[in-house]
Nanobody
Framework: QLQLVESGGGLVQPGGSLRLSCAAASGFTSDYYHIGWFRQAPGKERERVSCISSSGRSINYADSVKGRFTISRDNAKNTVYLQMNSLKPEDTAVYYC???????????????????WGQGTQVTVSS
């Protein structure tokens, strides 16, 4: 059973930066999984923020974060990162990472096609 652990959330002022990490706690073969970052704000549906293929060669961003967020992975460390710059109050949400085995196909599907989820980390952007 793959276990994912997110970290790096917190309170930041508008315009600030945070870097989220998604680390595999156990059972992780570093380049076996596509990884997605999702977020859910209070009263809203969960939305996909960004995703990266198992190799790291394919990347996708939601329009709302394009140019501000950067996803990356270090397979040697079994960790995927989400660098978030120029944060806005509307970025406030619980952020989740999720994993999908690469052999299952497309690297950036809907949330319903991810097999494993972390517990989430809160990001609050406020002055």
């Amino acid at each position: 059973q793959l276990q994912l652990v997110e970290s790096g959330g917190g309170l930041v002022q508008p315009g600030g930066s945070l870097r989220l990490s998604c680390a595999a706690a156990s059972g992780f073969t570093s380049d076996y999984y596509h990884i997605g970052w999702f977020r859910q704000a209070p009263g809203k549906e969960r939305e996909r923020v960004s995703c990266i293929s198992s190799s790291g060669r394919s990347i996708n961003y939601a329009d709302s974060v394009k140019g501000r967020f950067t996803i990356s992975r270090d397979n040697a460390k079994n960790t995927v990162y989400l660098q978030m710059n120029s944060l806005k109050p509307e970025d406030t949400a619980v952020y989740y990472c999720a994993a999908r085995p690469y052999r299952n196909g497309y690297f950036c599907p809907t949330q319903y096609e991810y097999s494993y989820w972390g517990q989430g980390t809160q990001v609050t952007v406020s002055s």
